[in-house]
C-alpha cells in the first residue's frame, strides 16, 4: 500500500534567511510521497525569485498581500486540498526538521481514524537538546496553558505517544477528513491563538490531537515578528486569546480573563515606567492595547486584517532603540 499523500506547507513572510536552513531539512525527510509548497505571504525580499532560483522543485502560492497567519496557512490548504492531499503538514519557516519527522507523524495518524492533529517534540534552534514543548496544558485562567516540558532537557522524559489537550502548530499534521469536516482557520485571527481555535472546534467534533515523541524539530521562535517579547505578539495574542475564549467559553471565563491579564499588563507596565524601561514598556502598552482591541471585537465582530498601525510605530522604533 502507497504512504498517503502528504502537503509540507510553509507560511513565510520576508523569510528568505530562515528558508535557507527550513527547505533543505524538509528534503531531507525519509517520508517517500510528499510535496512541498511554500506560502509567500506578501514578502518584498524577493522570497519568489530566491525560491525559483536555488529550490525550483518548490510550489510557491503567491499572495499579493500579507493575510495574516490564519490566511496564509488557509491559502495553503485549500491548494493543497485541490490536488488531493491526504494530510497537510503545517510548518513555521523558521525550523529545521528532523530526517523521520513526518514518517512518524503519518504513523501515528493512521492509528486512529479520529486523529485530527499530530505534532512532536519541539526544541530550541540554539539549544538542540533542551524542549521548548511537547503540548500544553490545560489552565484555569488562559485555557490553553503553559508548553509541556519548556525548558527542560531532553532525557527521555517525554518519550511516550500521548494525546494532547492542546498543542502548538509549530509543526502539525493535520488530517484532511477532519478539515473537510470542520474547515481551517478561521480568519478572525490574524496572528496567535489560530491553533487554539482550530482545535476547540475540532474536539467538539469529535477529533483529537496527539503526539509522538518520534518526530522532532528546531525551533528559532516568533523569529518573523520579533520574539516571544516584542510588541506584534504582545498585542495579538491578548487580542486573540479574548476572541477565542470569547467564541468558546462562557461570559465568567472571558471576565476572569479579562481582568486577570489587565491587572497584569498594568502592573507591569507600572514596573517599566518606574525602571525607565524604555523597551519593555512598549510592548507592555502593547499587551493592553490588545486588550481592549480584543473587547472591541466582541462588538463589532471584525477580523484584523493587518498589523495597526500603532503597534506597527511600537515595533519600529523598538528596533531603532536596540
Known amino acids: 500500500m502507497s504512504e498517503p499523500n502528504v502537503f509540507v506547507l510553509v507560511l513565510s513572510?520576508?523569510?528568505?534567511?530562515?528558508?535557507?536552513?527550513?527547505?533543505?531539512?524538509?528534503?531531507?525527510m525519509d517520508y517517500q510521497n510528499f510535496?512541498?509548497?511554500?506560502?509567500?505571504?506578501?514578502s518584498s525580499d524577493g522570497t519568489q525569485d530566491f525560491?525559483?532560483?536555488?529550490?525550483?522543485?518548490?510550489?510557491?502560492?503567491?499572495?499579493?498581500?500579507?493575510?495574516?497567519?490564519a490566511g496564509g496557512f488557509n491559502a495553503g490548504l485549500e491548494y493543497a486540498a485541490q490536488r488531493d492531499a491526504e494530510y497537510f503538514l503545517i510548518m513555521n519557516n523558521d525550523v529545521e526538521i528532523d530526517t523521520h519527522a513526518l514518517s512518524a507523524l503519518v504513523e501515528v495518524a493512521k492509528t486512529d481514524v479520529k486523529a485530527g492533529f499530530v505534532t512532536g517534540k519541539v526544541y530550541y534552534f540554539d539549544r538542540r537538546d533542551v524542549i521548548q514543548t511537547v503540548g500544553r496544558r490545560e489552565d484555569p485562567i488562559t485555557w490553553a496553558g503553559?508548553?509541556?516540558?519548556?525548558?527542560?532537557?531532553?532525557?527521555?522524559?517525554?518519550?511516550?505517544?500521548k494525546e494532547r489537550l492542546f498543542a502548538d502548530d509549530i509543526y502539525t499534521l493535520v488530517s484532511r477528513k477532519m478539515y473537510d469536516e470542520i474547515g481551517g482557520y478561521d480568519p478572525q485571527f490574524f496572528l496567535h491563538c489560530e491553533e487554539f481555535d482550530w482545535q476547540l472546534r475540532a474536539k467538539k467534533a469529535g477529533w483529537k490531537i496527539f503526539y509522538t515523541p518520534q518526530a522532532r524539530l528546531w525551533h528559532r521562535g516568533s523569529a518573523t515578528t520579533g520574539?516571544?517579547?516584542?510588541?506584534?505578539?504582545?498585542?495579538?495574542?491578548?487580542?486573540?486569546?479574548?476572541?477565542v475564549i470569547a467564541k468558546h467559553g462562557n461570559?465568567?471565563?472571558?471576565?476572569?480573563?479579562f481582568f486577570w491579564s489587565m491587572t497584569q499588563a498594568l502592573y507591569r507596565l507600572a514596573?517599566?515606567?518606574?525602571?525607565?524601561?524604555?523597551?519593555?514598556?512598549?510592548?507592555?502598552?502593547?499587551?493592553i492595547f490588545g486588550l481592549l482591541?480584543?473587547?472591541?471585537?466582541?462588538?463589532?465582530?471584525?477580523?484584523?486584517?493587518?498589523?495597526?498601525?500603532?503597534?506597527?510605530?511600537?515595533?519600529?522604533?523598538?528596533?531603532?532603540t536596540r
Open 271 to 287: 514596573g517599566s515606567v518606574l525602571h525607565l524601561n524604555k523597551i519593555t514598556l512598549k510592548a507592555r502598552l502593547a499587551r
Open 13 to 28: 513572510y520576508n523569510g528568505i534567511k530562515w528558508l535557507k536552513d527550513c527547505l533543505p531539512s524538509i528534503f531531507d
Open 251 to 257: 461570559r465568567n471565563r472571558l471576565s476572569r480573563y
Open 293 to 320: 482591541s480584543g473587547l472591541c471585537w466582541l462588538f463589532h465582530r471584525k477580523p484584523a486584517t493587518s498589523v495597526p498601525w500603532s503597534i506597527e510605530q511600537l515595533s519600529r522604533d523598538l528596533v531603532q
Open 51 to 69: 525560491l525559483r532560483e536555488f529550490f525550483p522543485q518548490v510550489q510557491v502560492i503567491a499572495l499579493q498581500q500579507n493575510r495574516g497567519y
Open 227 to 243: 520574539g516571544a517579547g516584542s510588541p506584534i505578539n504582545n498585542y495579538f495574542l491578548e487580542r486573540s486569546r479574548m476572541i
Open 146 to 161: 503553559t508548553h509541556i516540558g519548556a525548558d527542560e532537557k531532553d532525557i527521555g522524559q517525554y518519550d511516550q505517544i
Open 35 to 42: 510535496e512541498t509548497v511554500v506560502i509567500d505571504n506578501g
